[in-house]
C-alpha cells in the first residue's frame, strides 16, 4: 500500500505527515504526531472521546481518515490553553470536579469549546444538546454542565 502524503494545519502549526489510505485521523494524531489527548473510546463514532474540530466543525476523529486532513484545520484539546494558561474552560472543568477518569474529557472540552465559540451564552438546554454526543461514564453530567454554563457567563463578563 502507497502512503500518502498530508499537509494540514495543527493547532496552528503547519504540519506534514505520511499515512496509510486507511489510517484514521485519531490514528495520525496520536500516533504520527504525538498528540494524544484525544482518546479512542469506542472507534465507531458513539463516544466523542475523540472529538476534535476539522474547518471549525465538530467531528470524531476515529470515523475521519488521516487523509481526509489534506488542506485543512484541525484543532485538538493540545491546542486549547495558551502555552502554560489554561482556557477557561479547563481551569472550570479542574475546579468544579467535572472530570473524573479522563476518557471523555478531551471530547467534551474540544465541544463545548466550540460551542462557547458560537454561542456564549448558552441555556443548560443548549449545552446538554450540544455535548450529546459526547458520553462520560464517571461524572453523571451535572458538574459537566455547571462547568461550561460558569464559564460561558465567566467568558462574558458575567460572573
Known amino acids: 500500500m502507497s502512503r500518502i502524503h498530508v499537509t494540514t494545519t ?16 485519531l490514528d495520525v494524531l496520536r500516533d504520527q504526531l504525538d498528540l494524544t489527548g484525544s482518546k479512542e473510546g469506542c472507534a465507531s463514532g458513539d463516544c466523542g472521546a475523540c472529538t476534535v ?3 471549525g466543525r465538530l467531528v470524531c476523529s476515529c470515523l475521519v481518515l488521516g487523509a481526509e486532513a489534506e488542506g485543512r484545520t484541525v484543532e485538538t ?6 502555552g502554560d494558561v489554561l482556557h477557561p474552560l479547563q481551569k472550570n472543568f479542574i475546579e468544579k470536579a467535572a472530570l473524573q477518569c479522563g476518557v471523555c474529557t478531551p471530547g467534551i472540552l474540544v465541544a463545548a469549546k466550540n460551542l462557547l465559540d458560537h454561542t456564549p451564552d448558552p441555556s443548560e438546554e443548549e449545552v446538554r444538546y450540544w455535548l450529546a454526543g459526547n458520553l462520560c461514564r464517571c461524572t453523571g453530567y451535572d458538574k459537566i454542565i455547571r462547568a461550561v454554563l460558569d464559564t460561558a457567563a465567566e467568558m462574558r463578563g458575567a460572573a
Not at 495543527?10 to 485521523?25: K, P, Q, R, S
Not at 484539546?77 to 495558551?82: L, S
Open 77 to 82: 484539546i493540545e491546542g486549547m490553553a495558551n
Open 53 to 55: 474540530e476539522l474547518d
Open 10 to 25: 495543527v493547532n496552528g502549526d503547519a504540519v506534514d505527515y505520511l499515512c496509510e489510505a486507511d489510517d484514521t485521523l
